[in-house]
């Protein structure tokens, strides 16, 4: 069996005297589509947050490919391959959606000041290729989606700026792609149409790996293959999506379900 991508070895976090991460040990295999559940508070987004190094963990290991990820800066992360969205839309509104995707690709950008004084010709270049690499992924979700490339995000429907926010987190061509609550302020038909974008892209980019937040139980058993349930910042349930929601811990916490004893 080949190594994890990515891998967390007794994960702690405090927040003082509370625990949002308890020793946690979770394992997000390469080109799986992994869903993460729990009720709230129960670790899921802190979980995100300590991998994308918005958090310095309190105690144990993040690893990706092998690799020390633990207490990197958030743009070592995103150069070792992982990116995200987050459950409240980050969009400039007042930008672009060129620009709103665009953030996403800085860091593989040459921003240095003799580049963009002097060298003019490079920097017209690497513009170019910057649009044409935004128009490619935009169109990959629609062809309408390109063709507000250059609208303002603030004019477009939620579900529209909730592609623009998964095209923002793929445009650096990512390995493992977070996603937090990417249904949040949708309605089920637009649900429906943006997890069919994502699998749509994901089958014609590079078979990228995905970690998915979601209270949609409907979407989590339809797209992921595998489950991972979080309670006061524990596992207490791992397999795919009919056999954790058959588990009784998982019924009690998550589900809101009595077990008949």
């Known amino acids: 069996m080949s190594a994890p991508l990515l891998e967390a070895r007794a994960l702690t976090m405090r927040f003082g005297g509370v625990t949002a991460l308890d020793a946690l040990d979770l ?10 559940l729990g009720p709230n508070g129960s670790g899921k987004t802190t979980f995100f947050n300590v991998v994308t190094g918005l958090y310095a963990a309190t105690s144990g290991q993040v690893l990706l490919d092998g690799k020390l990820l633990t207490r990197q800066s958030p743009q070592a992360v995103y150069r070792a391959g992982v990116t995200r969205t987050f459950q409240r839309s980050r969009l400039s509104l007042p930008l672009t959606v060129f620009d709103n995707v665009a953030i996403g690709q800085t860091q593989h950008l040459n921003q240095g000041l003799i580049f963009n004084l002097l060298q003019r010709k490079a920097l017209r270049a690497q513009f170019e290729q910057t649009v044409e690499q935004v128009h490619a992924l935009l169109q990959t979700f629609s062809s309408s989606m390109a ?115």
């Open 147 to 261: 063709a507000k490339m250059w609208q303002p995000a603030g004019s477009l429907s939620m579900i529209d700026r909730r592609r623009v926010e998964v095209c923002r987190a793929l445009i650096s061509n990512p390995r493992l792609v977070l996603l937090d609550e990417p249904s949040a302020g949708m309605t089920h038909d637009e649900t429906r149409e943006l997890m069919d974008d994502i699998l749509k892209v994901r089958a014609q980019l590079s078979p990228f790996t995905v970690v998915i937040i979601e209270h949609e139980m409907g979407v989590i058993q339809r797209i992921t293959q595998r489950c991972v349930v979080l309670n006061y910042g524990k596992k207490i349930a791992e397999g795919s999506f009919d056999e954790i929601t058959r588990d009784p811990e998982v019924q009690v916490a998550y589900l809101g379900q009595e077990v008949a004893a």
């Open 27 to 36: 394992v997000v295999n390469e080109h799986e589509i992994l869903g993460l």
